[in-house]
């Protein structure tokens, strides 16, 4: 099952994704929680400590991964990439546990006119 939550800011989005991962977990199912949150928060909400927190590298950090599974530089426009790249390992290697939840965070563009994050959003996505 997939579920992705949106709307607009500031209406709960984390807090329902971590009620909602932590309480599937702790039913015995396996899951991942993708924080594609520009502000990226939903491990403080899920209660990862701090000092694990600083253990996250955000998946759009590991260029040469995107590069590898996409087959576009990261942070350039006006490229062609795969829209279905090999993931299978990915919740196993980038994601911090707790709780029974794997936790992914895309992270977000450093800066405007930074590049396209496209190729990171096709990772993440599938």
Same mark, same amino acid.
């Given at each position: ?14 807090? @329902?994704? !971590? !009620?909602?991962? +932590?309480?599937?977990?702790?039913? #015995?199912?396996?899951? +991942? ?15 990862? =400590?701090? *000092? ?5 590298? =955000?998946?759009?950090?590991? !260029? ?11 942070? *350039? ?5 795969? @829209?279905? =790249? *090999? ?20 992270? !977000?563009?450093?800066?405007?006119? #930074?590049?396209?994050?496209? =190729? *990171? ?6």
């Amino acid at each position: 099952m997939k579920l992705a939550i949106s709307g607009k800011g500031g209406v709960g989005k984390s807090t @329902l994704t !971590a !009620a909602l991962a +932590l309480l599937m977990a702790r039913r #015995g199912l396996r899951v +991942l929680a993708v924080d594609a949150d520009p502000d990226a928060n939903l491990a403080t909400i899920l209660g990862v =400590p701090e *000092e694990k927190q600083r253990e996250i590298v =955000p998946i759009a950090s590991h !260029a040469d991964l995107i590069e590898e599974r996409t087959g576009a530089r990261v942070k *350039e426009y006006g490229q062609i990439f795969k @829209l279905n =790249p *090999e993931v299978s390992d990915i919740s196993d290697t980038y994601t911090v546990l707790h709780e029974g939840v794997a936790l992914l965070v895309l992270g !977000a563009v450093s800066r405007g006119g #930074g590049g396209c994050a496209c =190729p *990171e959003n096709v990772l993440i996505r599938k």
